[in-house]
């Protein structure tokens, strides 16, 4: 089975600073993808940025990075230069199986932004 | 750029009545996913549908649950004999496979 586990469930920040939000994962699968998703408050799960597991180079989006470290099945996302529009909760998930298997999600983690 | 739609937003119903939550995936995504969130906790998967039939279940989606795709457009989710625990939020999801999944905006049931 497939875990993947957030160990804080809360996490605050000024804007402006930057801001690492940790995730792991365990899976047997050779071949999969990692997910960080942020829900706002409206409850839409919005995919802010994605990782193959074959790629070594890290993801990124803009202000957003990942650091994946394979070996010890570690993803973290982090947020540069954070703004009031990135406050919700994100969810860290992992992908495999081909497409048919569901995605499998962390517990969250819930994102402050100070002003 | 396309994205996937679900209806309704809000769905109130008694407990024990039928429910079917709709949606409209992305038109040539290959896979679909229902999942749901109960309000605090995670996101957890339901069943995904490929080639016009279930690929994959959870434990979840038991003999209540039932999905289908009646047309070229449109994905449902039936749930027949709604209980109080199926209060939650029910997402969509579509994809060409396990590279990306995108997410409609969830429909909200509440089970009175």
């Known amino acids: 089975a497939q875990t993947v586990t957030q160990s804080q469930p809360e996490m605050s920040v000024q804007e402006a600073e930057t801001v690492t939000l940790s995730c792991t994962y365990d899976?047997?699968?050779?071949?999969?993808?990692l997910f960080w998703y942020k829900q706002p408050p409206s409850r839409q799960m919005i995919l802010v940025i994605r990782?193959?597991?074959?790629?070594?180079q890290n993801a990124t989006e803009n202000r957003f990075s990942v650091n994946f470290q394979k070996a010890a099945k570690s993803f973290s996302l982090k947020i540069s230069d954070s703004q009031l529009g990135d406050a919700a909760m994100y969810f860290c998930?992992?992908?495999?199986?081909?497409?048919?298997?569901?995605?499998?999600f962390g517990k969250g983690t819930h994102l402050i932004i100070q002003p | 750029e396309p994205e996937v739609t679900q209806t309704p937003s809000h769905q109130v119903t008694q407990m024990g009545q039928e429910v079917i939550l709709r949606c409209v995936p992305i038109?040539?995504?290959?896979?679909f996913y229902w999942y749901r969130q109960i309000l605090g906790q995670k996101v957890e998967f339901l069943v995904s549908?490929?080639?016009?039939?279930?690929?994959?279940k959870s434990e979840i989606f038991d003999d209540q649950f039932s999905v289908e795709r009646p047309d070229g457009s449109n994905f449902t989710l039936k749930i027949r004999s709604t209980k109080l625990e199926d209060s939650a939020m029910y997402f969509c999801?579509?994809?060409?496979?396990?590279?990306?999944?995108?997410f409609g905006p969830g429909t909200r049931l509440t089970v009175l």
């Open positions: 899976t047997s699968e050779s071949d999969y993808y």
């Open positions: 998930a992992l992908g495999s199986g081909g497409g048919a298997d569901g995605l499998t």
């Open positions: 038109s040539n995504h290959l896979y």
């Open positions: 990782q193959e597991a074959y790629k070594q």
């Open positions: 549908f490929y080639n016009n039939e279930i690929s994959e």
């Open positions: 999801a579509s994809g060409w496979g396990m590279d990306t999944q995108y």
